[in-house]
């Protein structure tokens, strides 16, 4: 990253491809200070049930 990562930020991300006009998904993941990886949405319908409560857009 070219700016300093800051403590309780949403830092921004780019990545370049050369896009073909194929159907495509981006999806990012935070980790945080101590190595926690966020976990991907249906694994955190597993842990803690329902359906609500998460930010996504799909």
Do not use: C, N
């Not at 990253?1 to 006009?21: A, C, E, I, N, Q």
């Not at 945080?32 to 799909?58: K, S």
Request: proline share 5%; hydrophobic share 30%; net charge negative.
């Amino acid at each position: 990253m070219s700016h300093p990562v800051l403590d309780k930020r949403t830092p921004g991300f780019r990545y370049f491809w050369d896009w073909k006009g194929e159907t495509t998904e981006v999806m990012s993941r935070a980790i945080d200070e101590t190595g926690y990886i966020e976990p991907f949405y249906e694994q955190l319908l597993q842990a803690r049930g329902g359906a609500g409560g998460y930010h996504l857009t799909r």
